[in-house]
C-alpha cells in the first residue's frame, strides 16, 4: 500500500519511471488569474525557456554574457524579481513547475522592466542535469523547498546527497550553493548534506546570516513574528 498522490490513471505522481527516481513535487493545477495568463501569452514566449536534453547556450538566451544565478523553484516570483533587479549585472534563470507560478513571475518581469531573468517551466533535476554545463553557474539558490515534514516522506526532499553533488559540479569554482528553509529538521539535513559535499566549503560556523539580497518575505515576516525560525545555508565551490 502506498500513500503518495494519484494521477487519473492510478499512477503515483511521486515517481517518474523515466528517470527511476522519486519527484520532490506534485504537480497540482492552479487557477490562472487574468494578469498572469496575459502575461504567460505576452511575455512568455521572450522570457521563457523550453526544456530541452541538450545544453543551453545561456549567453544566446540572454543575449549577453555574464555571471549566471539558477533558482530552483521560485514560486510565486517575488523573492527571484527582487534579486534579479537588485543585481541587473547578472544573469538569472528561474525553474519552476507550476503554471501560476511562472504567470505571476512574468508579471513581475513586465511590471519592472527585468531584462536578466529567463524561466523555465519543468522538473530542476533535469533541466540541470541536460541543460547546464559543468562549472558554468555563479550561484545556486533553493528558497524555502517543500520539508515534506512527516519522516515516512523525507526521501521526496529536494537537498539530498546525489542532487547536491550535480548542483555542486555545475557551480564555477568561488561560487556558491545557498539553502533557505522555516523548517529546523531539514535546515539540518541541508547543512549536513552540504557538509559532507567534499567540493563545497561552509562559509559560516554552521548556519549562515541571511544574505543582504535574500529578502523577508510577508509569509517569512509573519512567521518571525510568531517566534519560527529561518535558516539559511550558504556554501562555496571549492
Known sequence: MTDSPKDPTGRSMLYDPTEHRIRSFVTRAGRLSTGQARALESLGPTYCLAYQ????????????????ILEIG?????????????????????????????????????????QNLRLIQHDAFEVVTHMLAPESLAGVHVFFPDPWHKARHNKRRLIQQPFVHLLASRIKKGGYLHCATDWQEYAEQMLEVLSAEATLKNTAEGFAQRPEYRPVTKFENRGLKLGHGVWDVVFEKI
Not at 549567453?59 to 549566471?68: E, L, M, Q, S
Not at 549585472?89 to 522592466?113: A, C, D, Q
Open 53 to 68: 536534453k541538450s545544453l543551453l547556450e545561456v549567453d544566446a538566451a540572454f543575449g549577453r554574457h555574464a555571471p549566471t
Open 74 to 114: 521560485t514560486g510565486m516570483g517575488e523573492t527571484t524579481a527582487h534579486i534579479a533587479a537588485l543585481k541587473p549585472e547578472k544573469n538569472f534563470i528561474g525553474v519552476e513547475v507550476h503554471t501560476p507560478g511562472i504567470g505571476s513571475l512574468l508579471k513581475l518581469i513586465g511590471e519592472h522592466g527585468l
